[in-house]
């Protein structure tokens, strides 16, 4: 599966932006799929998930992104509205083929290349 990341760019605080992730390779309908992030210096952390049709997100974005898929397109996406300056990262698009925590990048097996969100006024 490989993986790429785009829609990231700079945002004015309380805007919004959507990423996109389009997946080539294979089919994306059986994967769980995640979104993560990393700022400079800092690790990377956990922001939202799908899989078996339930969502989970960091209590950090919880009411204010949204994760989804369109399995025909065989894309992913992360709606982020109410940004803030804290939000500004890399955002990293990934895809677990087995079990684990939703949350922990260990259990995930492909990555796309990560698009850069900034934040700022």
């Known amino acids: 599966v490989q993986l790429q990341a785009s829609g990231g760019g700079l945002v004015q605080p309380g805007g919004s932006l959507r990423l996109s992730c389009a997946a080539s390779?294979?089919?994306?309908?059986?994967?769980?799929i995640g979104w993560f992030r990393q700022a400079p210096g800092k690790e990377r952390e956990f922001v939202a998930a799908?899989?078996?049709?339930?969502?989970s997100y960091a209590d950090s974005v919880k009411g204010r992104f949204t994760i989804s898929r369109d399995n025909d397109k065989n894309t992913l996406y992360l709606q982020m509205n109410s940004l803030k300056p804290e939000d500004t990262a890399v955002y990293y698009c990934a895809v677990k083929l087995r079990g684990g925590s939703y949350s922990s990048p260990s259990a995930y097996d492909y990555w796309g290349q990560g698009t850069q969100v900034t934040v700022s006024s």
């Open positions: 390779g294979s089919t994306l309908d059986y994967y769980g």
């Open positions: 799908l899989g078996a049709g339930l969502s």
